[in-house]
Nanobody
Framework: QVQLVESGGDSVQAGGSLRLSCAAS??????MAWFRQAPGKQREWVSD???????DYAGSVKGRFTISKDNAKNSLYLEMNSLKPEDTAVYYC???????????????????WGQGTQVTVSS
């Protein structure tokens, strides 16, 4: 079973940048994604990347966030620029270990999750 460990969360000023990392204990050649959850809100899909490298983004982060992965390092990344206070949340790395393509942004479709890393953006 693949295990995921996120890192890179921090507190930054609005307009700043952060890079989140997700280290996988095994292969990353399946659909992987980033989600986030703000206090009192449901977990929200942010971005995903398929095994072949195709990416997708939520409208709220498109143009500001970039997802990428390094298969040689079994790692997933999320480069976040022009951060806004509404980006404040716990960010989770997730994977569907049964699929090389990303079919949906529903959290229920993903079977492997990291523990989360806190991102706080102040105005």
């Amino acid at each position: 079973q693949v295990q995921l460990v996120e890192s890179g969360g921090d507190s930054v000023q609005a307009g700043g940048s952060l890079r989140l990392s997700c280290a996988a204990s095994g292969y990353t050649r399946f659909c992987m994604a980033w989600f986030r959850q703000a206090p009192g809100k449901q977990r929200e899909w942010v971005s995903d990347i398929a095994s072949a490298g195709g990416t997708d983004y939520a409208g709220s982060v498109k143009g500001r966030f970039t997802i990428s992965k390094d298969n040689a390092k079994n790692s997933l990344y999320l480069e976040m620029n022009s951060l806004k206070p509404e980006d404040t949340a716990v960010y989770y790395c997730a994977a569907n270990s049964r699929s090389s393509t990303c079919a949906t942004g529903s959290p229920a479709w993903y079977d492997v999750w990291g523990q989360g890393t806190q991102v706080t953006v102040s105005s």
